[in-house]
């Protein structure tokens, strides 16, 4: 008797393993997918006015490149969105001559503006303020030299010739192209 039931023990477990029930094969649930958190944008720099709108003037040192009595005078015209540079000259050809006028020793005192101008958009990355020409799409840059926080100067980067500010000069609008 006393192997009968060891051998109706032995049975079950033998039948269990290869008799039992087969379990159903279940598809595992997707994974569960984290929601990634959305990267905050980057604060937004506040634009400030570097030059408040209004035009600054500056003139090419007479120091750089143009000896003192060069008739010739670069004028940069810069605000926040736009700038022009431009050739002032005396006139020189008889056609010129209404333009000009003359002290009594024959000085020349006016300038006429010659149309060699040129328009660009204003860009200022990293104390470098960057003008690209609207026609030709090329960027002339210009190192910005402050003094007590003040812009005083503007250096040509390739050039190094140096503008100075000249706060007595009047405005006078871009030529219209």
Do not use: C
């Amino acid at each position: 008797m006393k192997t009968a039931k060891i051998l109706f023990l032995l049975f079950i477990a033998i039948s269990s393993f290869s008799f039992g029930q087969k379990k159903k094969k279940t598809i595992p649930p997707p994974p569960i997918l984290k929601k990634e958190k959305k990267i905050p944008p980057p604060p937004v720099k506040k634009f400030e006015n570097t030059f408040n709108h209004d035009f600054f003037i500056w003139r090419l040192d007479k120091d750089t490149i143009l000896p003192a009595e060069s008739p010739y005078e670069i004028v940069l015209q810069v605000n926040d969105y736009s700038a022009f540079l431009r050739v002032n000259s005396y006139p020189e050809t008889v056609s010129h001559q209404a333009n000009r006028d003359t002290a009594d020793d024959g000085r020349i005192i006016a300038r006429t503006m010659l149309t060699q101008s040129s328009n660009y958009d204003v860009e200022i990355k990293n104390n470098i303020l960057e003008l690209r020409d609207r026609k030709t799409n090329q960027v002339k840059q210009f190192k910005i030299i402050k003094k007590n926080n003040k812009i005083i100067q503007l250096q040509d980067v390739d050039s190094k010739l140096i503008y100075n500010k000249d706060d007595d000069y009047t405005y006078s609008p871009p030529p219209s192209i």
